[in-house]
């Protein structure tokens, strides 16, 4: 009701109904069995009611003053990024048949849904170099932890190493699945903002399950991997190759490093970064692994008249079996997710990803020059970067955000509270979608900090 005070489609005489019909004389009965002593004897403190009109333009007004993609330039990073996104994906997953499928337990109704989900499995492996992908994790650190648990399940032993070069929020993630089984997980030390190999052949052993390594790591930094996976394999483990898969048209396949998985974070790939989701976990490996992949595999086949169709090859999921021997207990469908992630690999090609993945890596550079030549910024550490790159700069981060801010920057990620020794250090990210004037923009403001 526009003038009205309330906007409730029940009227006094239908709760007086309702209540008669049910047995009681009041609505305060219905909540008898609830102890008086912690039951709200007043109203709640709540503004008055507002008409429709009223209430959008409140709500307007308070989400006016957000700060958004739409009115900030952006360099925030360290694991969800503002890449470009084609509309045309917006104009498929917004379809219905897609945003409503669930699923596909009927492959003769769930065609369109289980080809989706192929051809994404397909591109995935494509990238990877892998056999076998599925389309059901969550995001990067769930997939992530999942793929070192399928290590541990492969090998049947119990301890895992993880770079400490890999992201926080993987390892932090990694840490509460490996607790909950009663695994063990064991950190290898930096050198320089890279993993440190030495110390990694030191620790691998034969009672390694899984080695965890990231590429590119979580201070944007490529790592040497050359041989890695060969130290891995001597000793039997699995090594579970977490990816920024808009670097892989430039950087050497996870295959060609000798990875058994691949996990990684799909958001690049088409999809909003929103308020931190959803997210993507992408998840492929070698085909000796697929009994052990978590969620959902579609394949394609023939039938009986030879036409080609698709269906659920393989479910490994906690409803068919009992709970605490499923391989794992996530079984949420991310075909949405993964659809749009398909049609942004689709509608941009080989040669698309290539050059965002070049400007990434070329813009980040000369953002990284500019910003490392003031006085009191320095980098942190040497090497090649991708698209993120670590700065120490002076004065704390959070300060000089804020001021940022203020000129609609979203500023880089203070790295400080997940590395304790890298004070007053921030993590920035540089994608295609900056323009030289902004990074440029950038510089001017971050010189005429003190």
């Known amino acids: 009701m ?3 005070k309330h906007y409730l489609p029940l009227t006094d005489e239908d709760r007086r109904e309702m209540l008669k019909k049910i047995g009681v004389n009041s609505i305060e009965d219905l909540f008898s069995d609830i102890p008086d002593k912690v039951r709200l004897k007043s109203d709640l403190e709540l503004p008055p009611a507002m008409s429709e009109l009223e209430a959008v333009r409140h709500l307007s007004s308070l989400a006016a003053k957000n700060k958004h993609l739409n009115n900030c330039t952006s360099f925030m990073g360290a694991g969800v990024y503002d890449h470009f996104i084609p509309s ?7 379809r219905s048949e897609f945003y409503t499928s669930y699923t ?16 994404y499995q397909t591109m995935i492996c494509k990238l990877t170099g892998m056999e076998v992908a599925n389309a059901s994790m969550y995001d990067g650190s ?33 840490q509460n699945y490996f607790n909950s089984r009663g695994l063990d997980l064991e950190e290898v030390p930096l050198k320089d903002g890279h993993t440190d190999f030495s110390k990694l ?4 052993d034969d009672e390694t399950a899984s080695v965890i390594l990231q590429q590119p790591n979580f201070f944007g930094l490529v790592e040497d991997l050359d041989g890695v996976g060969g130290t891995i394999h001597d000793h039997k483990a699995v090594l579970v190759m977490a990816v920024d898969p808009l670097s892989l048209p430039l950087l050497k396949s996870p295959a060609d490093y000798g990875a058994d998985i691949v996990v990684g974070e799909g958001q690049g790939l088409g999809i909003p970064p929103s308020f931190g989701g959803p997210l993507l976990g992408i998840m492929a490996a070698r085909s000796r692994f697929v009994r052990q992949l978590p969620g959902r595999i579609s394949g394609e086949t023939i039938d ?12 490994t999921r906690e409803q068919h079996i009992r709970r605490e021997k499923a391989s794992s207990n996530i079984c949420t469908n991310e075909a949405l997710v993964a659809l749009a992630a398909a049609v942004y690999m689709a509608a941009m090609g080989p040669q ?7 400007q990434c890596l070329q813009k980040a550079a000369y953002a ?6 003031l006085d009191g910024f320095e980098a942190v550490f040497s090497g090649h970067s991708f698209k993120e790159f670590a700065v120490k700069v002076p004065g704390k981060p959070d300060d000089l955000n804020q001021k940022l801010l203020q000129k609609d920057i979203l500023g880089g990620v203070d790295i400080s509270p997940f590395y304790p020794e890298l004070e007053n250090t921030m993590l920035f990210v540089v994608t295609e979608k900056r323009t030289r004037e902004e990074i440029d923009t950038l510089v001017r403001e971050l010189e005429g900090w003190k």
């Open 368 to 373: 990284r020059e500019k910003i490392t030549a």
């Open 104 to 119: 596909p337990y009927q492959a003769e109704i769930s065609q369109g849904i289980l080809q989706a989900i192929f051809e």
């Open 352 to 358: 698309g990803m290539r050059e965002v993945a070049e």
């Open 142 to 174: 769930t997939a992530v932890a999942e793929g070192a648990v399928m290590g541990c399940g492969a090998t049947r032993r119990s301890k895992a190493l993880v770079s400490r070069s890999v992201s926080p929020f993987y390892r932090a993630v990694l």
């Open 88 to 94: 045309v994906i917006k104009h498929i997953t917004g």
């Open 201 to 204: 052949e030191e620790m691998v």
């Open 2 to 4: 526009m003038g009205g």
């Open 304 to 315: 009986s008249e030879g036409n080609r169709g698709y269906v659920m090859a393989l479910q």
